[in-house]
Each structure stands twice: as structure tokens, then as C-alpha cells.
């Protein structure tokens, strides 16, 4: 009699459930929010992140490369996030506060190491200077957003990674998903004429915002990508992924992204002295070397980029060469008018600077007519700083600059004398291409700035959570 009691409450509260999200459903419906439809899949969502967390997290990975802003799904939104991605991240910040308040299940000493530590004063310091922010709603907004970023692709990914062959399975499934993306893309280029470098502006649209972020994320995985394919056992799998390999590199260089390019070229380099374990004895006074004879040619430099006349181009050579013209191409003049107005912005500001995510909104009256171009604009709608480094200087002042760039060495260092020291093979390879990965964004943060996306932080913070992990920091 129990059972069958138990059965009927169990029946009846399915029965209730389906009808309460067909009235839901009805309801949205005759509203136009289609969203509410989604409302299965969501509860789906949950229940594997709390049953099957690792799968969960290889779901939300697979989604990072195809997510949509909400501003693309509907009208005036009131956050403007990534979906599926930053829900899940959100979930999975819960979950990670969770697992080290509640129950215990993480001990913040697995997260005791110098990296962590660093990511921590960044969190602390962006919180500060969003406190002291000239436009506090959008710079807590961001400090959120940074949260959730570094606490599911960072913090999350530590435990996760220590798990054997889970770290292999994450950048697959990150790489994965980003073959359909470039797919997308070619198919845009092809409709529009494969080599109209005007297209590849918007044929990524909208799944990047623009071919620059969408160069710079192909960039990012393509060492991984290579890594993938030169280190498998099986042939046919090495071939399946040298399929991938040539499909992302067939998308970075029909992105027409310069700064992607430029910087694949120095991971390049970086690679080969990781390879062949060249002595930092060597590296060392080769780079000051190299920096004097720049210094030294500094005028004669300077006189070569202004005589460039060489704009942007469907023809590649032609589209190489204009990255160096600094007096007519647009793109490039734009990039340091809005460098010269950060600067200005930065020596009004120096030390709390005016608000993490903040420069787009305020940089405008910091232009000078003389430095304005063709493409400038006073509403904050085409972009930001166009530098990782300046942009967190005009943000979150000094201090928040040398953070950024305090971190990077707290990784590259460890990363570069475990390629050096190791006597691991696989370990060593995995190491190379996450160091050439993540310096293709060292470099292109000279140029442009994407941490305030999933599609960039998901293999910045994921790369570093890896390196972490490799290179044993008390974990």
C-alpha cells in the first residue's frame, strides 16, 4: 500500500510538472520568449553537473567556440552573456564554492601556489579599483564576469586536470568544437568570394564578434591542434587530427587577422628554442642584443613604417605588408589613436585607474582631432583599447598592468624550465604547445584584448590551469 501511495505522489508530481511547463510554455509563447523552451535542457544541464561534473565541464568546453551573446538572441538584454557558456560557468562557480566551503571535497592548499596567488590579487585588485570606478555597475560587472572566467577555467580546471588524461580530453573537446566554427566561416568566405578580405570581417558573425578575435582564438589551438596530431599512437587518429590541424590553419589564414598571423610567427620561433633546449645563456643576450639594435635604428625604423603606404588587401603578401603601414592604413591608425587615448586616460589615472571594462565608454573625449580617423567613434561601439597591457593600465591603473604581466612570468618561467629540465617526452611536447599557445596571446595582447570573452579565456586560463598542473606547483 505504501508503494502504491509512493507511486501516485511520484505520478502526480510528473504529471504537475509537465502541465506547470506546458503552461510555461504557452505562456512564453504569446510573449515571444522563446527562451523558456530551453528550460529541459537546462534542468538537464544541472542535474550532470552535480551527478558527472567532469562531463559537464567537457559539454560547457565543446559550446565555448560555438556560443551566441544574448544580444543575438533578443532585443535590449539586460546582460549581455554568453550563452550556453557563462550560465555554466556561473553553475559551476556555485559548485566550486561548494566543494571547498561545504563539503569540503577541495582543500584551498591544492591551490596554494604562486600562479593562484597572483589570480587572486588580480581578482582583489580589479574589485578595488571597481569600488573606486567611474561607471561602478559596469566595472562590478566585469570583476563578475572575470570571476566566473577564472573560477571555471582556472580554478575549476585544477582539480579536474590532476585526473588521468582529463587534460588531454578538455583541449580535444575545445579543439572540436572550434573545427565547425571555421567551417562556418569558410563557407561564408566561399559565398562572398573566397578571397574577399572585406567578407572575413563579419562571415564569423555570429559566433566572433570579429575576424580578429576569431584569429586570435585559431591561434591560441593551433599548437595544441599540431601536438595532438604528431603525438598519437594510432595513425588514423594522428590523421584525424592533422585533418583538424589543416582545417584551423586554413581558417587563421582566411581570417586575415595580421595580429593572429604575427603572432603564430613568434610562437613559431619561441617553439624552436624550446625544442632544441636553447640555454637561456644564449636567449638572453641574443633578445638584449636584438632590443639595442633596435633602440639604435629607432629613427631609421620609424622613417620605414611611414614611407609603407600598403592598406589592408584581399591579396595575402599585400595584407602582411600593411600591417607595418602606420600612416594610411585605418585599422592601424585607429589602433594607436586609441593606445595615445588610453595613455592620456592612464596619466589622469595612474593608480586605481578609471574601472575595469570602462575604457570604451570614457575614452572619447581623450582623442584628438588630429589622431582621429575614418573609422573613430565617440559611442563606445567598436571595441576597446586594442592592447591587453594598456587596456588594464587605463582600467585598473598601473598596478593592475603589472599584475597582468606579473602573471605571465609566474607561467612562462616554470613552463620554459620544465622544456628545458624534463626528461618526460609526452609531458615535454604538451608543455611546448601550451607555452606557444598561450605566448601567441602574449603577443597579440600588444595588439588587441579578448580575456572579456569566453571564446579567448577558455584557453588562457585553461593553458595556465595546465602549466600549473605539469609543472607540480603544490598540487
Do not use: C
Not at 73 to 79: F, N, T, Y
Not at 129 to 144: F, Q
Not at 229 to 249: D, E, N, P
Not at 340 to 348: C, D, H, L, T, W
Amino acid at each position: 500500500m505504501h508503494n502504491r501511495s509512493t507511486q501516485y505522489s511520484a505520478t502526480a508530481i510528473t504529471v504537475f510538472v509537465v502541465l506547470l511547463f506546458l503552461a510555461a510554455s504557452l505562456f512564453a509563447a504569446s510573449r515571444q520568449m522563446y527562451l523558456m523552451w530551453s528550460l529541459p535542457l537546462i534542468l538537464m544541464l544541472v542535474i550532470i553537473a552535480f551527478v558527472r561534473l567532469d562531463a559537464f565541464y567537457l559539454i560547457m568546453l565543446f559550446f565555448v567556440p560555438l556560443s551566441l551573446q544574448l544580444r543575438f538572441i533578443m532585443d535590449d538584454p539586460p546582460a549581455d552573456i554568453f550563452l550556453p557558456t557563462e550560465p555554466m560557468l556561473i553553475l559551476l562557480l556555485f559548485i566550486l564554492f561548494f566543494k571547498i566551503v561545504a563539503s569540503r571535497e577541495l582543500n584551498l592548499n591544492s591551490f596554494n601556489n604562486p600562479v593562484t596567488i597572483i589570480v587572486a590579487v588580480m581578482l582583489l585588485w580589479m574589485l578595488i579599483t571597481s569600488l573606486a570606478s567611474s561607471m561602478p555597475m559596469v566595472s562590478i560587472k566585469m570583476t563578475a564576469a572575470r570571476l566566473w572566467f577564472i573560477g571555471g577555467f582556472y580554478m575549476m580546471a585544477i582539480p579536474l586536470f590532476v585526473r588521468r588524461n582529463f587534460m588531454e580530453r578538455a583541449f580535444k573537446v575545445l579543439i572540436a568544437g572550434m573545427v565547425p566554427v571555421v567551417i562556418y566561416n569558410m563557407n561564408g568566405l566561399s559565398q562572398a568570394g573566397m578571397f574577399n578580405q572585406q567578407a572575413a570581417h563579419s562571415t564569423m558573425w555570429p559566433l566572433f564578434n570579429d575576424h580578429t578575435s576569431f584569429g586570435a582564438a585559431l591561434a591560441f589551438l593551433i599548437p595544441l591542434s599540431l601536438w595532438l596530431t604528431f603525438t598519437r599512437r594510432r595513425v588514423l587518429t594522428g590523421a584525424a587530427w592533422g585533418v583538424a590541424s589543416v582545417i584551423l590553419l586554413t581558417g587563421l589564414l582566411f581570417s586575415y587577422s595580421r595580429a593572429a598571423w604575427i603572432s603564430m610567427a613568434g610562437a613559431a620561433v619561441l617553439a624552436v628554442l624550446m625544442i632544441f633546449r636553447i640555454p637561456w645563456k644564449l636567449i638572453i643576450p641574443a633578445t638584449l642584443s636584438l632590443i639595442l639594435v633596435v633602440l639604435i635604428s629607432w629613427s631609421s625604423i620609424v622613417s620605414f613604417l611611414e614611407s609603407n603606404r600598403q592598406d589592408s588587401s584581399t591579396d595575402l603578401a599585400e595584407h602582411i605588408r600593411s600591417a607595418a603601414n602606420i600612416t594610411t592604413d585605418a585599422s592601424n591608425l585607429e589602433r594607436i589613436n586609441r593606445w595615445k587615448a588610453a595613455g592620456r586616460m592612464i596619466a589622469e589615472r595612474p593608480v586605481l585607474g578609471w574601472g575595469p571594462g570602462t575604457y570604451q565608454f570614457v575614452y572619447a573625449p581623450y582623442q584628438l582631432p588630429a589622431e582621429r580617423t575614418i573609422i573613430s567613434t565617440n559611442f563606445g561601439d567598436r571595441g576597446n583599447a586594442h592592447s591587453e597591457y594598456i587596456g588594464a593600465a587605463a582600467d585598473s591603473g598601473v598596478p593592475g598592468a603589472l599584475i597582468y604581466i606579473a602573471l605571465l612570468v609566474s607561467v612562462f618561467i616554470p613552463g620554459v624550465r620544465f622544456t628545458l629540465f624534463s626528461i618526460n617526452k609526452k609531458k615535454r611536447w604538451l608543455m611546448i604547445a601550451l607555452l606557444s599557445g598561450l605566448f601567441t596571446y602574449f603577443i597579440h595582447g600588444f595588439l588587441n584584448n579578448f580575456l572579456d570573452t569566453d571564446k579567448l579565456s577558455a584557453p588562457f586560463w585553461m593553458s595556465i590551469a595546465a602549466i600549473v598542473v605539469i609543472t607540480g606547483k603544490r598540487i
